[in-house]
């Protein structure tokens, strides 16, 4: 798959057969719609496209709101459309002036003049252009003019699906890791540098590689311990990962921590991802370190128990 950070970086197609939208998440609808567009492009002999935007819209057209968080970085995104089979993806800045394209300009200039679509794929409620004014109407109405065709997936297919990327966005915020992972047809992870704690966990038996993770609009799931697996440098291995504020300790921030099971190696700066599979319990305030440590055993239990019967 090639990848573009702007339109200028792109050669405009002669049979480009294009989807769009901000598909946080990737998820079982959104792979709906993705797998149509493969089949079609395949059918046609043209060269899929997928449009998406960063930042997200919403950030941009409501600046006050920064409350919003993202299932997938950029480039766990770019990486799961390119499993998918996608030829080309354009991650064009979502900007004040894009936003400010009326509906015929953005079919024109966008569309036309600069993707080359002879083929549109758009879900029943697509929505594009200023204040969200264009639709599928508009699509329709200037596709003979530009000589392009428009498919739209119908709400009885999205809707099938039953999922949304608000949904998973919730189920994470709640700590429902495995219920998001239905949803997603794939576990959620986080990816991040491993930066030095005050070594507290290595005390009482429990060393924890602490995770810095550089995209700030990222969503981090609900506070507590997690059965997780963790990739490093091609390898897998087994953990129970922490988030939360270490109330035990009287922790001022928030930290994201993993302790890796039956691994010695140092991997300060170094990048690892990890994959959330089972939620464990929530995170509490214990008498002291001795308490936590017990605590750290069973739940170190239960995660090995988890493994077994996976």
């Known amino acids: 798959m090639k990848i573009y950070n702007h339109f200028s970086e792109f050669k405009k197609l ?13 998820h079982y609808g959104h792979q709906k719609i ?30 006050e709101n ?8 950029i480039a766990e995104k770019a990486k799961i459309l390119a499993g998918l089979g996608v030829d080309h993806l354009i991650i064009t800045p979502f900007t004040r002036d894009f936003s400010n394209l009326n509906p015929t300009e953005y079919i024109k200039n966008i569309l036309v003049d600069t993707i080359g679509i002879k083929n549109i794929i758009v879900g029943y409620d697509h929505r594009f252009g200023k204040n969200r004014l264009g639709g599928m109407k508009d699509l329709q109405e200037f596709a003979g003019l530009y000589g392009f065709k428009v498919e739209e997936i119908a709400e009885q297919d999205i809707n099938d699906v039953a999922v949304s990327s608000t949904k998973i966005r919730n189920a994470l915020l709640n700590g429902k890791v495995a219920l998001a992972a239905e949803f997603l047809g794939y576990n ?17 038996g429990f060393p924890t590689a602490n995770i810095f993770v550089e995209e700030t609009y990222k969503l981090i799931p609900s506070d507590g311990i997690y059965a997780v697996t963790v990739e490093l440098n091609n390898d897998t291995f087994k953990g129970m990962a922490y988030i939360g504020q270490r109330p035990t300790i009287n922790g001022m921030t928030r930290n994201i921590e993993v302790n890796i099971f039956d691994f010695t190696q140092e991997i300060y ?10 939620f464990l319990r ?3 305030k214990f008498t002291g370190l001795e308490a936590l440590k017990e605590q750290l055993y069973k739940d170190k239990e239960a995660t090995i128990e988890f493994f ?3």
């Open 34 to 63: 993705i797998k149509r567009l493969c089949e079609l492009a395949k059918a046609t002999d043209g060269e899929s496209v997928i449009l998406t935007f960063f930042p997200h819209p919403r950030l941009i057209i409501d600046p």
């Open 66 to 73: 920064q409350n919003l968080k993202m299932i997938n970085t």
């Open 14 to 26: 002669d049979n480009a057969v294009a989807t769009i939208g901000t598909f946080d998440g990737v």
């Open 308 to 310: 077994k019967n996976k």
């Open 282 to 284: 929530h995170d509490v």
């Open 188 to 204: 959620f992870s986080i990816s991040g540098r491993v930066i030095k704690g005050d070594k507290i966990g290595r005390t009482i």
């Open 269 to 278: 700066g170094q990048s690892i991802t990890m994959n959330f599979l089972k």
